[in-house]
């Protein structure tokens, strides 16, 4: 009896193994879908072996908008001006912000082309984050002859031309702004603004107060 019992049971498990694995030829043909394991920001677990955690392109598209090619710096600065004055460089193509005690920051800036750069002293009349962009008429009228057509206004975003903040200089319509075009730090390609890479401006905007001085020199 105990060995009829015996053989009985061993059929049933060779059974159930023919199953299982029937089973897992029957799933085998049918196409397994994975959930990602990539989200907008990060890579984790095997696609982060795979790709060495390197940024996606759109990751490392997103931070050269923002990024300055050429860093800012704390530097000895020992002119006689007064702590919090921001002094713009034409000639160096930078932007000093006085920390006071002999220090400031130096930023990478673009000033203004030719017959578009201007010097003077202005205050800080207005801040604005991802500022409206509002084209002169002048400018509009200007593009156009080049074929580029400039809306009458744009909304702050990562496609305007100000960039993430804004300091608007007196009465003028020049600003010191941030931009969508860090490849032109550096140089001089605006039309007469103070460009600043997002994240210097940034950084400068949370420093700076209303009535601050600003000093734009050759």
């Not at 043909?29 to 994975?34: A, C, H, N, T």
């Not at 696609?47 to 710096?73: F, G, M, N, Y």
């Not at 008429?137 to 002859?145: L, N, T, V």
């Not at 993430?164 to 603004?193: D, F, K, V, W």
Request: aromatic residues 6%; charged residues 20%; hydrophobic residues 40%.
């Amino acid at each position: 009896m105990n060995r009829i019992a015996a053989v009985l049971l061993s059929s049933l498990a060779l059974a159930g193994s023919f199953a299982t694995i029937a089973s897992a030829e029957s799933r085998a043909d049918k196409p397994v879908l994975m959930a990602s394991l990539e989200n907008k920001n990060t890579r984790t677990g095997w696609l982060a072996v795979l790709t060495e955690d390197k940024p996606s392109k759109k990751q490392r598209i997103r931070k050269d908008i923002h990024t300055s090619p050429i860093p800012r710096q704390l530097i000895d600065f020992t002119e006689a001006v007064a702590p919090g004055t921001i002094i713009v460089d034409n000639s160096d193509r930078r932007l000093y912000h006085v920390l006071g005690n002999g220090t400031a920051v130096a930023y990478g800036i673009s000033v203004g082309r030719d017959g578009f750069i201007w010097t003077g002293a202005e205050k800080v009349t207005a801040k604005a984050e991802w500022p409206t962009w509002n084209p002169p008429a002048d400018m509009r009228r200007r593009e156009a002859k080049k074929g580029h057509i400039l809306p009458k206004t744009m909304k702050g975003g990562i496609n305007n031309p100000l960039g993430a903040r804004a300091l608007y200089l007196g009465s003028t319509e020049y600003r010191i702004h941030g931009t969508n075009q860090p490849s032109s730090i550096g140089q001089a390609m605006s039309s007469g603004c103070i460009r600043m890479a997002n994240e210097d401006v940034e950084h400068l905007y949370a420093q700076v107060t209303i009535g601050t001085q600003v000093i734009v020199r050759d």
